[in-house]
């Protein structure tokens, strides 16, 4: 199939990728372009994993206030060098993961940060309600642990859907943006205030 500049432009304009990888999608899709980008977020999640390795001790700390000035939040995101650090599309990112954090009021930057006491009292609630809703032993673990990764999806910032795009996840779009700026971008920390909650 003839795949022509147009349809490399069309490409390259939903998803930033470059124009001769773009171009390669295509020709691999078949000129569908639905399918080009699919892979090509496969390929951009693929270099986002080997990128992770890497150090990011640079990047940008950022606040958002919402209307009304009764949510606020701090948010650090590191990337690897000042350049990407300067990049608008990583300020972009940055300024929109603040937003959601302060919509979507997660409690941890990724599952690794949630406490082991946390955890392992949210697995004593679902296991207690498998067995009091009469499931078998077998599968009450099973049962406890599916929950808890629902859970995850709820409270945990990488987890949770984002809110302008709820088919993807923040860390989805994260890794995009790995893919495409091509430095490891770690979200660090971040702080919500509301106004009248109590400082833990």
Known sequence: MNIDAGMVKKLRDACGAGM???KMALTEAQGDMEEAIKLLRKKGMASADK?????A???MIDSYIHPGAKVGVLLEVNCETDFVAR???????VHDV???????????????DVPETVRANEIEIYSEQAKQSGKPEAVI????????????SEVVLLEQQFVKDPDKTIDDIRRELVGKIGENIEIKRFARFRVGDEIA
Not at 51 to 55: C, E, L, Q, S, T
Not at 98 to 112: D, F, L, Q, Y
Not at 147 to 152: D, E, I, P, S
């Open 141 to 152: 673990q099973k049962i406890a642990e599916g929950k808890l990764t629902k859970w995850y």
């Open 51 to 55: 990128k992770a390795a890497r150090a």
């Open 87 to 93: 990049n608008p599309e990583f300020k972009a990112f």
């Open 98 to 112: 603040a937003m959601h954090i302060a919509a979507a009021s997660p409690g941890w930057v990724s599952r690794e």
């Open 20 to 22: 001769m990888d773009c």
């Open 57 to 59: 001790n640079e990047g």
